[in-house]
């Protein structure tokens, strides 16, 4: 079967799956929705969160982690709602042109923070890549050069991140452990990061600081959502109204 016939296929079954077993929206339960207008308007903020006390890698989020955005983070991460991607990519794409600078020459290197292995399996797929490719999509559209490089990993790590609750946890469960792919192709490149959730900022900085001892400069952390502690806003309309 070619792609185009198996593109055909799959959309066929998604839409026969919908109408045996209408879904609902991921952060509310409303139906006939992937994420609703209102859980959407919930994601359209450009919150600040540095991620060291040096500001030296400004981190940005869409909404913050909690109710109806932690719902459906964790439906998408956790219970394998794979059609939020598409929505979560434009989200982060909209943040980003929110945000960043002018591109340099050569595009913008995404890179998406790692899960470790044990997560990858249990989930049964990096459930960032689909997300930081389709923002790649949407920048290049509008005109920003961008290409996905999934230049970091984890090693030797077994809680999740989320359940090691304070900075310092944090920072011992991560310590040595992200580190750059053989192949890693950052040196010389400007990197835009791209995490799902930041709380403490202990994964973003450890995620930096490998980039940058591999050759990257690290000119700003994304995410989808995190913590209300310590941050400021910009200002960004809703992902509807531009």
């Not at 991921?26 to 308007?41: F, T």
């Not at 600040?48 to 030296?56: I, T």
């Not at 794409?93 to 290197?109: K, N, Q, T």
């Not at 403490?200 to 952390?221: D, F, I, W, Y």
């Amino acid at each position: 079967m070619d792609d185009s016939a198996f593109n055909a296929f799959s959309c066929l079954s998604r839409e026969f799956l919908g109408v045996l077993m209408p879904r609902g929206c991921a952060g509310c339960d409303a139906p006939d929705e992937v994420l609703c207008q209102s859980c959407l308007r919930l994601f359209s903020g450009a919150h600040r969160r540095d991620v060291d006390l040096g500001c030296k890698w400004p981190c940005f989020f869409c909404g913050f982690y909690e109710g109806a955005v932690r719902t459906a983070i964790l439906s998408w991460k956790d219970h394998d709602d794979e059609e939020c991607d598409r929505c979560f990519a434009a989200l982060l794409a909209r943040l980003a042109l929110h945000v960043i600078g002018p591109a340099p020459s050569e595009g913008f290197l995404i890179v998406p923070a790692p899960s470790s292995s044990s997560s990858m399996r249990r989930r049964g797929r990096d459930h960032l890549l689909p997300v930081v490719r389709g923002m790649s999509m949407i920048l290049r559209r509008q005109g920003i050069e961008s290409y996905v490089s999934a230049d970091l990993r984890i090693r030797n790590v077994h809680t999740k991140s989320v359940e090691t609750r304070t900075a310092a946890g944090r920072s011992i469960r991560l310590e040595g452990s992200v580190c750059l792919m053989p192949r890693s192709r950052c040196s010389g490149r400007e990197v835009l990061l791209v995490d799902d959730i930041v709380t403490t900022g202990t994964t973003m900085r450890r995620c930096a600081q490998a980039l940058e001892r591999g050759g990257a400069h690290v000119g700003v952390c994304l995410a989808l959502a995190g913590s209300a502690k310590n941050v400021g806003a910009m200002g960004l309309t809703d992902i509807h109204s531009a």
